[in-house]
């Protein structure tokens, strides 16, 4: 989606904080574990952010497509099944 224009400008007095909420911080948290631990590769992580579907990026915020990705990397390499959560 690089390159887009049609954004609106740049907020110059944004406050610079990384999360502005504290899951931001935990898939953050949970992306570089997941990485270190060789569960996939940076390369992996950033193809299965670009293979989301336009309108699904565009909506959605930074993180939140970096959980999107974390939970198709992880379904498509076995590590959890899609709708794990509240089963069992």
Do not use: C, N
């Amino acid at each position: 989606m690089g390159g887009m224009e049609g954004f609106g400008a740049v907020d110059p007095y944004d406050d610079g904080e990384a999360f502005h909420a504290d899951w931001e911080a935990r898939v953050y948290a949970l992306q570089a574990a997941l990485l270190r631990r060789g569960v996939y590769r940076l390369d992996e992580f950033r193809d299965a952010i670009e293979r989301l579907e336009p309108s699904v990026y565009l909506q959605t915020s930074y993180y939140a497509r970096w959980l999107a990705a974390i939970e198709d990397l992880l379904d498509r390499k076995g590590v959890l099944e899609r709708g794990w959560a509240g089963h069992g």
